[in-house]
């Protein structure tokens, strides 16, 4: 499983990355974290607000921080 953290680096965007990586670790599950800032390749997403989180390509949540528990529920 590949999660993608979409934004620029800032304060949210690496609190979204440390929310993801915690409930993967409380799930058990093997994931591969992604940092994604360049703005084009963001874009390529469809996303127009970060920042945000995809799971395997797939945009989950955009323009805010879910909680691990929110995470962990699209995660399954």
Avoid: H, W
Avoid at 3 to 16: E, M, S, W
Avoid at 33 to 40: F, H, L, T, Y
Avoid at 66 to 72: A, C, F, T
């Amino acid at each position: 499983m590949k999660i993608q953290i979409l934004g620029t680096g800032c304060a949210k965007c690496r609190k979204l990355a440390q929310n993801a990586e915690e409930a993967a670790r409380e799930l058990g599950r093997p994931v591969e974290v992604e940092k994604v800032s360049d703005i084009g390749e963001i874009m390529k997403y469809g996303v127009m607000m970060t920042p945000a989180l995809a799971v395997d390509g797939e945009v989950k949540f955009v323009g805010k921080v879910p909680s691990v528990k929110d995470i962990k529920a699209v995660l399954g």
